[in-house]
């Protein structure tokens, strides 16, 4: 704890003075009774002797002071309070895969009209960002709170060709790590990753990725897209247009999910995706702020000071 006004506190030096004041008008007043009565007749006039309960009030009182003297110094605490800044990272596959139809209308649309509606219910005071990859992964969107630039990227995504996966999960956990707030602090990050979960190509395996994910406390939340009778038609030279069977990988989701903290999910369903910010609010890191304490001594120091007149008034019939 520190003080604004630490040299209030040399009033609480005056506290032991009032207590010696107070036995020594205690002794004087004990003394002067003597004299001027009988200590063997008191039983006879009064039932009993307040005892203890005589010098309470004054205790109180007391404390009361120095609470009073330490809110006028303008005590500081340091108190954890929630911190209200976090990141969400969309990572969206948009390889040659995507544009199967059997999710209707494909795989990539569905991922798109998912990830929209997942930004619509994350918390205003957090950032979102958009990760696109294919051959390569790219930051399509730098984590904001501008929703509707957001949308706008993500309605601007088109199929490319190969699936860089685990480049797109190593790119989400270095930009999550690269988020600080204004204070210095690196808010807590989580990714959700829609996906046929099918890699090809790319600088790094979806394992290296995961692994890098989990060493930055990044976890990545899978969403797989896709049945096994997913085909995607490829015009070859000629003219000619040649069927593609492209099957999901769920297994390569479900590692990932399992290895950086995530969870897995089958289909973008609204339930699915309401509990991936769920799980992320309940991530919120906390923080260390500088409080004053003044209203705090001051309104104890009231409250004792009433306790005290209290038990006065009740104790020793001080009120009709």
Known sequence: MTFSDPLALLALALLPFLVAAYLWRERERVRSAAAWSSPALIPNLVDGSPGIRRHLPLAVLL??????IVGVARPHAKVTVTREEATVLLAIDTSLSMAANDV???RLAAAKAAASAFV???PSKFKVGLIAFSTHAVVAAQPTTDRALVKQTIA???PGSGTALGDAVMLAAILGTRQPTSD?????TSVLLLSDGARD????????????????????YTVS????NGIVDSRLPGGLIEQIRVPPSPQTLQRIAATTGGEFFQAATAADLATVYKQLGSRLGHKRVSRELTDLFAGGAALIMLVGGGLSAFWFRRIP
Do not use: I
Not at 184 to 188: A, D, L, S, T, Y
Not at 201 to 220: C, I, L, T
């Open 120 to 122: 619509d219910k994350v």
């Open 156 to 158: 601007a995504l088109h």
């Open 63 to 68: 404390v009361a002071l120095a609470a009073l």
């Open 225 to 228: 897209l896709g049945t096994q």
């Open 184 to 188: 210095g602090v690196v808010p807590p």
């Open 201 to 220: 190509g790319g600088r790094f395996s979806p394992d290296q990725g995961a692994q890098r994910a989990k060493a930055a406390h990044v976890p990545v």
């Open 104 to 106: 209707q209308p494909s």
